[in-house]
């Protein structure tokens, strides 16, 4: 059944070098889908990100190349077009690359100008789908992203637009809010922001949020509060990131998830990355 499902089995020709874009999830491995632990195992070199986990590097074979290619401290380290340029000369010489991204490839992840490179070189590519930060934070929280009776939809959003000055439709976004959830990435280092312009545009001080950071690692916090409490909260309890933000209703509806999960996902996570160390 694997072989069947895996799209590289019918890239006979390894001359020509391959590109697989993988998303990698939230944090563990184990979240991993099946194709994208087999394009890892068959990569000559994987170029990651700073958010992909140790414990997925941590599956490679031993003589797989590997490059981070990622930012620290919010400062990006290596400019978009250097990654893509990357990605186009290790194809051309033959090689099967995986460009490994945190969470899903097709959500803010900078797929497209990658593509669009790959594209212009006549390198070919697939990409595989991961799972994404909202989604591992709310199986590994209990918090639901839906719910029948608050919340009809979903809007993943981010208040880091391209252009640092600019910020979203607020007034659209908090209209939508009354049975929606909305969920903000890239968002922790304006919580500040986001709660004002919420109570700015005319959402309740009440208004249910919550702050998960390192979903889905040994490492995951949850903080559930309202646009009143939820920055002194993040603050005391010095959320560092990769956090997401989710409001609305469904903050509300939390599910007692059994913790022994995110142990047991914990403790997989340590384990492999001391063994990577080692
Ligand atoms: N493509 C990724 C998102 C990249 S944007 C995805 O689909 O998840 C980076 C943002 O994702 C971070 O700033 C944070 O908001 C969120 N994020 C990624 N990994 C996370 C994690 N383990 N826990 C909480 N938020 C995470």
Redesign the pocket.
């Known amino acids: 059944m694997i072989r069947l499902i895996h799209s590289l089995d019918s890239k006979n020709n390894r001359d020509a070098g391959f590109v697989s874009i993988v998303g990698a999830g939230?944090?563990d491995a184990e979240l991993l889908t099946i194709k994208a632990f087999k394009a890892l195992q068959e990569a000559d070199i994987v170029l990651f990100d700073w958010?992909v986990d140790k414990s997925i590097l941590a599956l490679l074979g031993e003589k797989t190349e590997t490059e981070f290619v990622g930012k620290r401290c919010g400062k990006h380290s290596m400019h978009q077009d250097v990654i893509c340029d990357l990605m186009v000369k290790h194809a051309l010489s033959g090689k099967r690359v995986v460009r490994l991204?945190?969470?899903?490839?097709a959500?803010?992840?900078r797929t497209v100008e990658e593509t669009q490179a790959l594209e212009k070189h006549n390198v070919e590519y697939c990409i595989i789908p991961?799972i994404?930060?909202a989604s591992?934070?709310s199986a590994s929280s209990g918090i639901p992203l839906t719910h029948r009776d608050y919340s009809q939809s979903v809007i993943f959003t981010t208040a880091s637009l391209k252009n640092v000055d600019s910020e979203p439709n607020w007034k659209e976004l908090v209209h939508k809010s009354a049975k929606q959830t909305l969920v903000f990435?890239?968002?922790?280092g304006k919580l500040n922001l986001i709660v004002n312009r919420l109570k700015e545009y005319g959402l309740e001080d009440s208004f249910p949020i919550a702050v998960?950071?390192?979903?889905?690692?040994i490492n995951q916090s949850v903080m559930t509060g309202t646009l009143h409490d939820i920055v002194r909260k993040s603050i005391c309890n010095q959320i560092q990131?990769?956090?997401?933000i989710i409001c609305g209703e469904v903050v509300q509806h939390r599910q007692n998830v059994s913790a022994i999960t995110t142990q047991a996902l914990g403790k997989y996570a340590l384990n492999t990355t001391e063994s990577a160390l080692a």
Request: aromatic share 6%; glycine share 24%.
């Open positions: 939230p944090g958010l991204k945190g969470g899903d490839p959500i803010f992840a991961g994404t930060a591992g934070a990435y890239m968002g922790l998960i950071d390192n979903a889905c690692t990131g990769p956090a997401i």
